[in-house]
C-alpha cells in the first residue's frame, strides 16, 4: 500500500531554516520520483522541487537560491529544507509520488514570530 | 516558465448538471496534462492524466478532453461530492506548473 507521509514543526520563525520529511512506504525511492508541493492558505498549488529515483535533483528557479531537497533511502525518507523563511512561505506543504497518484496528508507550517 | 490559465474561478450549479473547467497553457504541452479535485482540508487527488486518461477510481462522469495549448475538464451529472476546487497542471516542461484553480458550488 503506497502511503507518504509529512512531518516538521508546524510554526517557524521568520529568518531560519524549514526542515521537512517525507516519509514513503509501499514504494521504492530508488524507482520512483518524489516532489514537493505546497500551498498557501486558501490559495493554489506550487511545485517546489523534485527528488529523481537517482538522486538527482530538480527545483522551482523561484526557489532554488533558498532549497535544498535530500534522501535516505535506507529509511525510505525525502527532506527539504528551505532558509530565509518569511510569512509568505506559510501553507501546507506536501509531498508527493511521481506521477501525482498519491500525496501525503500535509503539513500546515506557519511562519511568524 | 509555462503559464496555466484557468477559468472559470468559481462555478455554482445544479446537481445532475454537466460543468466544463478549462485550461489554457502559454505553449503547446503535448497533452502532458492533469486534473486535480482537492475537497476542503484534504490532499488534492489525481482525476485525469494526459489530458484524458481517467485515474483508478475516479467515476467515469469525470472526463478531460483537448490538445495542444487548450485542455478541459468535463463533469456530467454533478452530483453533491463533486464540491470541490479543481486544479490543471502540466508536466510538460520544468518547473511543473499548476492553474490558479476552480471553486465549484452546488447551487
Known amino acids: 500500500q503506497v502511503q507518504l507521509k509529512e512531518s516538521g514543526p508546524g510554526l517557524v520563525q521568520p529568518s531560519q531554516t524549514l526542515s521537512l520529511t517525507c516519509t514513503v512506504s509501499?514504494?521504492?525511492?530508488?524507482?520512483?520520483?518524489v516532489h514537493w508541493v505546497r500551498q498557501p492558505p486558501g490559495k493554489g498549488l506550487e511545485w517546489m522541487g523534485r527528488m529523481r529515483f537517482n538522486g538527482d535533483t530538480s527545483y522551482n528557479s523561484a526557489l532554488k537560491s533558498r532549497l535544498s531537497i535530500s534522501r535516505d533511502t535506507s529509511k525510505n525518507q525525502v527532506f527539504l529544507k528551505m532558509n530565509s523563511l518569511q510569512t509568505d512561505d506559510t501553507g501546507t506543504y506536501y509531498c508527493?509520488?511521481?506521477?501525482?497518484?498519491?500525496w501525503g496528508q500535509g503539513v500546515m507550517v506557519t511562519v511568524s514570530s | 516558465d509555462i503559464q496555466m490559465t484557468q477559468s472559470p474561478a468559481s462555478l455554482s450549479a445544479s446537481l445532475g448538471e454537466t460543468v466544463t473547467i478549462e485550461c489554457r497553457a502559454s505553449?503547446?504541452?503535448?497533452?502532458?496534462l492533469a486534473w486535480f479535485q482537492q475537497k476542503p482540508g484534504n490532499s488534492p487527488q489525481l482525476l485525469i492524466y494526459d489530458a484524458n486518461g481517467l485515474a483508478d477510481g475516479v467515476p467515469s462522469r469525470f472526463s478531460g478532453s483537448g490538445s495542444g495549448t487548450q485542455y478541459s475538464l468535463k463533469i456530467n451529472s454533478l452530483q453533491s461530492e463533486d464540491v470541490a476546487s479543481y486544479f490543471c497542471?502540466?508536466?510538460?516542461?520544468?518547473?511543473?506548473?499548476f492553474g490558479s484553480g476552480t471553486k465549484l458550488e452546488i447551487k
Open positions: 497542471q502540466q508536466y510538460n516542461n520544468y518547473p511543473l506548473t
Open positions: 508527493t509520488r511521481a506521477l501525482f497518484d498519491y
Open positions: 509501499g514504494f521504492s525511492l530508488t524507482s520512483n520520483n
Open positions: 505553449e503547446d504541452i503535448y497533452s502532458n
